[in-house]
């Protein structure tokens, strides 16, 4: 059977998402998980925190808490697991992460990044709507900002995929009605469930799940 590698930037396996990306894969490959965190002990992730400027990433652990951590600091784990699955042979390699990588690279598999993807698909589906950004951290609107800078500003709001309940998923939805006609939940650590949330308190918004779209575009490379 084929393989289908998927980096978590946080610790593996995701047993929140991973069925979510089996589902579209329909029993055509098999999903070999990796984290960057695998293995690092909590002092050890706590050094990976980001500082002032940092581009900032979240991204659960395998014990259901979440960590934020520096796209800096992470980067050469990040290389090192790419390099363990091409390793073993792995030929397709999903990063389950919507954050920015400039010039990350695999040398002999396909590497599929969510952030080159996303967006213009986004900026496609939106035709002209105002979207709506829903991210997991307050400091990342600057980030997703950037990111969809094709688009007329995005408006933001935080929910954390990780540590937030459908109270702060409504509230966040509270501060982007009327200003979006379709929302983005722009973390793959979203699922089905918070897209319900979303989708209740958005009244009729269009809700995309970042991992839901990366999932049927990936299952059709394999």
Known sequence: MKQLGMITIGQAPRTDVAPLIEKYLEGRAEL?????????TAKQIAELAPEPGDYVLTSRLKDGSAAVVAREKIRPLLDGKIRELETLGIRTILLLCTGSFPGLHANRSHLIEPDRII????QALADGRRLGLIGPLPEQAGQLDLKFSTLVQ????????????????????????????????????????????????????????????MGKLVSETV
């Open 32 to 40: 070999v998980q990796s984290g960057v965190l695998d293995g690092l």
């Open 119 to 122: 967006p213009p698909a986004v």
């Open 154 to 213: 995005p408006a933001f709001a935080a929910a954390s995929p990780y540590t937030s309940g459908e109270a702060e998923f409504r509230q966040a939805v509270e501060t982007l009605k009327g200003r979006v006609e379709l929302i983005l939940l722009d973390c793959m650590g979203y699922d089905e469930r918070h897209r319900e949330w979303v989708s209740k308190a958005a009244a009729g918004i269009p809700v995309i799940l970042s991992n839901a779209l």
